[in-house]
């Protein structure tokens, strides 16, 4: 079975005059991560790995279930290909996550991510926020054959406050 942990990053600040791929987490993206992040760690296996998109806002997110999570740093890494919004470059890169990995954590950014929760999973989200964390599974042993799995567990920011 293969476990999937997708994380949309949290609320992005758009106060610095700063290019899309540099812009920080706001103050409430930064205590979203922390109340997700919490949660998360007491309903979840830990991932095996933590693959985060580069951009400042996914990287931000991704450290906070890094800590929370205790994810040592040869478990954590960054993939710039996950700065995608179309979803392409995302699936490629689950399609061709290791095999002997059967939990992962992927973190990144929407209209991806809700497309991909969709077309992965058996139950439909709208939209997955800022900092939404989906749990997918999949009755796999490869990762390059999962199709439609299972939607487990959704934690929205919004139901935890």
Known sequence: MKTLYLVRHAKSSWEQNVDDH??????????????????????????????????????????????????????????????????????????????????????GHNHAF???ANMLGNRYIDNVPTCGFVMLQFDEKKWSNITTGKTVKTIFPRDLK
């Open 22 to 107: 540099k812009r920080p987490l706001k103050e409430r993206g930064e205590s979203d991560g922390k109340l997700v992040s919490k949660k998360v760690s007491k309903e979840i296996e830990p991932p095996q790995k933590i693959i985060s998109s580069d951009a400042t806002r996914a990287f931000s997110t991704a450290g906070f279930f890094k800590e929370t999570l205790n994810i040592a740093d040869a478990d954590f890494e960054t993939n710039h290909d996950l700065y995608d919004f179309s979803g392409q470059n995302v699936m490629r890169i689950i399609k061709s996550l290791p095999d002997n990995l059967d939990n992962v954590m992927i973190v």
């Open 114 to 116: 809700t497309s991909i």
